[in-house]
């Protein structure tokens, strides 16, 4: 069976590694018999480079490999190309494709819903900031911005507001700022982020001691998230068999 090569971003945090490794092995356990690696594109190990050359040293001729980023930027489109470029001039018998990444999937917003919810916030009066991570193109912060309205949709909260950690505005003290004038008395910030780590620690700082907000838990090992991660295999496998084979 081909594998999935599941490549995160990568952290300095070692909090970052260990999430993504559960979120991974709860893939693993929705389909044991597949043969599912974890690498990273940077700062955490093991590299892309290195599961691709043990993937094509046991033998395999193919392999699907899933971006798990939550938007399609510089790593998704140049940073891991380039990657699965060099890896298959080092082996060119094995051959490789990039599945879509996970993107603004509307069951990673149920995932983050349930995040909020494990918070305990009464829903009633709530207000929500949910924050990303903010991009220097200012297209992609129209389109996370877009998703708060989505969040919000089917819950009873009184008000969702985007924020970003860097690079764009509104910032996190502007969305508090916003939902309190709209009279949200409960603040929860969601994590638009697959893990914890420094940015997502910048954001708590930056609201620490704010009375009744609440910091909720990064999308993690969310058994949604593992749905998504399945799919973009599976798509990206039946695209490549339906034109019989696979390339990078």
């Given amino acids: 069976m081909t594998p999935l090569i599941a490549v995160a971003h990568g952290s300095r ?8 490794a559960a979120a991974v092995a709860a893939v693993r356990a929705r389909r044991p018999e597949l043969d599912v690696r974890l690498c990273f594109l940077d700062l955490s190990a093991p590299s892309v480079d290195r599961i691709l050359d043990s993937v094509a040293a046991e033998g ?3 392999a699907v490999v899933v971006p798990l980023l939550l938007g399609s930027a510089f790593h998704a489109r140049v940073d891991l ?16 494709r990039q599945a879509e990444v996970l993107g603004q999937d509307e069951r990673l917003l149920d995932a983050v819903r349930d995040r909020v919810r494990d918070t305990g916030a009464p829903r009633d009066g709530l207000g929500v900031v949910l924050a990303a991570v903010g991009s220097s193109d200012p297209e992609a912060n129209a ?4 998703l708060a309205d989505r969040l919000r949709h089917g819950t009873g909260w009184a008000g969702v507001s985007p924020c970003f950690a860097t690079a764009a505005e509104p910032t996190i003290e502007q969305a508090v700022a916003d ?6 008395r409960r603040l929860v910030v969601a994590p638009w982020f697959l893990a914890p780590g420094l940015l997502t620690d910048r954001l708590a700082r930056a ?12 999308i993690g090992a969310h058994p949604r998230l593992a749905e998504v991660v399945l799919d973009r295999y599976e798509a990206a496998l039946s695209a490549s068999l339906s034109r019989g084979s696979l390339s990078a």
Avoid: E, K, Q
Avoid at 13 to 20: F, L, Y
Avoid at 143 to 146: K, S
Avoid at 207 to 214: K, N, R
């Fill in 143 to 146: 389109r996370t911005a877009a």
């Fill in 60 to 62: 395999h001729r193919s």
């Fill in 13 to 20: 945090d070692p909090r970052s590694a260990g999430t993504v």
């Fill in 179 to 184: 939902l309190r004038a709209r009279g949200c």
């Fill in 81 to 96: 190309p380039a990657l699965l470029r060099t890896g298959r001039d080092r082996h060119p018998l094995l051959r490789t």
């Fill in 207 to 218: 609201v620490a001691g704010v009375d009744d907000v609440t910091f909720a838990a990064p």
